[in-house]
């Protein structure tokens, strides 16, 4: 804050030896438009070569226009001391965040009621005007957070007496931040600004009668300091040093004071000549006034500015967000594109399995592609196909316990099945018969086959047990027996599955919600007294590591596009580590996590899958997509042990 200070003394001396600095005399050698437009402008002395913002900066320094944040509208008509002096501008400043800042002005200086006379004084026409009038185009754009460039070229008219003429002059400007260019990111350092103005570098020479008249070339260097003071004022201290060929140096110094960002007050010293102003703001629209204390009378001048539309950030943003969600959207749609290529290939292949009698793969097929289109129309349909397939291969080994399981299987998911339900009951019928069972046992059988059915296993365990007990020869209780426990068995796997499923999830969302980053379950299970690294915000880094993290996540966008998705995601993690909140990084990691974990899952690398599932799950703790996969896949790891046993 000293720093603060010693600047602002600094400005605030200076602009107080400008203020008592006599006023030097052009002796008519500069053009009318060299005293500049604007009532904050004028308000503050003419000292705006250094002060950024608004339309008005066409007219003392073109660079200002860069830092223009909305559309910027400003108008104003002043009577000048009397005698039918009059004076009208326009502008208006249009930012692009993408091209820089354009901009546009009309000027018009006149006078009416002047009296022609003859060469011996006589009166020959009281009513001529003298009017020049000036139009202005301009341009002008960042480099970085320091500097600002700006270029303005201009068309200035004469007319007095029935006489013209015309010609053209070009403006340059340059404003920067010299702390920040320095690497120093404060207050102080974004508020403190030094500008250069090079006005008339090709000179407009209007010729009207013999001689052309050139408006000549000026040179303006400026300084300005703006800080925020408490909650509710700014404040801004600035000081310009103007130099015209063939003429005095003049200096321009002004100080203003915004309070609440409503009610603005200004004075300044034009070369000597006492300015002030004020201005109010409210919401879109702003009145501001300017006075002007001229040797020959007072000047008062009033303009109005609008501003409207969104904000260049804002502008900035919303075409970054649209992007962002063109590219999530092409993501979504190859990602949902390939899925539908996996499933149609999975179910295909199926339906080959099932055709050819091979049970086993077809059931594991079926299995994987619960996980990977669990809603899928087809699925029961292929289960029940395979378990009927299943039952009449167990049939074939004499089996006939494991051609129970499987038709009993095959009508849970298809229960009106006529075929299936022939062959159940003739096989249970066939099991009947050879063991010979009485009729209480057979009932006790038939009993601990509906419990199995209806998947109410401790129910079956208990009827297939008692039976195994009274007749230790009834080989297809004690087999049914066995199929029972091996069910039990996968049940509790699963169970326990499903619950390191859901532990993997609470971990991630336990560090989403500690903003840290997530343990794995190697370390997860491990006791630490070292805390998680806290995760960054892109806000919290430096400017150049911002532009670092920007780079990055380009790269990634641009290696996701043309197709090479290892290279993206490798920039995309250096970017989550570093900033995870920037852009959509954390989603698009996830879409390509989730890409790569079906490409594993549907060649039948399950445990790879898993892996990149909890990568995913990782980066976006609370997608219950990923959370789904990953219990089904966690829970598809004790089925693959189901399906090999054969169930039979």
């Not at 990602?335 to 339906?351: C, G, K, L, Y």
């Not at 009449?392 to 051609?403: F, I, K, S, V, W």
């Not at 099991?431 to 109410?456: I, N, P, V």
């Not at 997530?518 to 430096?542: C, D, E, I, Q, Y």
Request: proline share 3%; glycine share 10%; charged share 25%.
């Amino acid at each position: 804050m000293r720093a603060a200070r010693t600047a602002f003394l600094v400005l605030a001396t200076v602009l107080i030896a400008a203020g008592t600095a006599p006023a030097a005399d052009d002796g008519g050698g500069r053009s009318v438009f060299a005293r500049g437009a604007g009532e904050r402008a004028l308000g503050l002395g003419g000292a705006y070569g250094a002060v950024t913002g608004g339309a008005q900066s066409l007219f003392w320094n073109p660079a200002g226009l860069a830092r223009v944040k909305r559309i910027s509208f400003e108008a104003s008509h002043t009577n000048l001391i009397g005698l039918g002096f009059h004076e009208q501008y326009g502008a208006v400043a249009v930012p692009s965040w993408r091209l820089g800042t354009f901009a546009f002005a009309v000027r018009r200086f006149g006078v009416d009621g002047i009296e022609g006379r003859d060469d011996r004084g006589a009166i020959t026409d009281d009513n001529l005007s003298d009017a020049e009038s000036e139009l202005s185009v301009g341009y002008a754009r960042t480099l970085g957070e320091a500097w600002s460039f700006g270029a303005a070229v201009k068309f200035q008219q004469h007319e007095l007496a029935g006489n013209s003429g015309s010609g053209l002059g070009l403006d340059l400007g340059l404003v920067v931040r010299p702390l920040v260019a320095a690497g120093r990111t404060s207050d102080l350092a974004r508020g403190f600004r030094l500008g250069a103005t090079f006005r008339n570098l090709i000179e407009p020479e209007i010729t009207l009668a013999d001689d052309p008249v050139p408006d000549p070339t000026s040179v303006r260097l400026g300084t300005a300091l703006e800080l925020t003071v408490g909650r509710h004022m700014d404040i801004l201290a600035a000081v310009d040093l103007e130099r015209t060929r063939d003429l005095d140096a003049r200096v321009h110094a002004g100080f203003e004071a915004v309070l609440m960002d409503i009610l603005a007050l200004r004075v300044g010293s034009h070369d000597g000549t006492l300015a002030a102003g004020g201005g109010v703001r409210w919401r879109q629209v702003g009145i501001d006034y300017a006075f002007e204390d001229n040797p020959l009378s007072s000047v008062h001048r009033f303009g109005i500015g609008l501003v409207f539309g969104p904000t260049s950030a804002e502008r900035r943003q919303a075409s970054l967000d649209q992007a962002e969600s063109d590219l999530q959207n092409r993501l979504a749609r190859v990602m949902a594109d390939e899925n539908r290529r996996r499933t149609d290939t999975m179910v295909r292949a199926i339906s080959n399995e099932i055709a050819a009698g091979d049970d086993t793969e077809a059931l594991r097929g079926v299995n994987a592609l619960r996980v990977l289109a669990p809603s899928h129309p087809r699925t029961d349909e292929l289960e029940a196909g395979a378990y009927f397939v299943r039952g009449r291969n167990a049939e074939t080994d004499d089996d006939l316990t494991g051609a129970m399981v499987a038709y009993q299987n095959s009508l849970r998911l298809q229960p009106g099945d006529a075929d299936v339900q022939g062959d159940l009951a003739r096989v249970r019928g066939e099991s009947q018969r050879r063991a010979q069972r009485s009729l209480s046992l057979a009932a006790h059988y038939d009993r601990g086959m509906d419990h199995y059915a209806a998947g109410d296993l401790d129910s079956a365990r208990v009827a297939f047990a008692g039976i195994v007990r009274l007749e230790p020869n009834d080989d297809d209780a004690r087999a049914m027996l066995g199929h029972v426990e091996n069910a039990i068995r996968t049940r509790n796997e699963t169970e326990a599955a499903r619950l390191q499923a859901e532990q993997a999830v609470a971990r991630a969302r336990d560090a989403a919600r500690r903003n840290v980053t997530p343990p794995t379950a190697a370390a997860a299970s491990a006791p630490s007294n070292t805390p998680a690294p806290v995760r960054p915000t892109f806000a919290a880094l430096s400017a150049n590591r911002q532009r670092e993290i920007a780079d990055l996540y380009r790269r990634g966008v641009d290696a996701a596009e043309a197709g090479r998705r290892d290279d993206a995601v490798a920039y995309w993690e250096m970017v989550w580590s570093a900033a995870p909140d920037y852009q959509r990084v954390t989603e698009h990691l996830k879409q390509e996590y989730l890409a790569r974990g079906l490409d594993a899952f549907s060649a039948g690398r399950l445990d790879e899958a898993i892996e990149v599932w909890e990568s995913a799950l990782r980066v976006a703790p609370g997608d219950e997509r990923t959370q789904g996969y990953l219990a089904r896949a966690y829970e598809h790891k004790t089925r693959i042990r189901e399906i090999r046993s054969g169930d039979r």
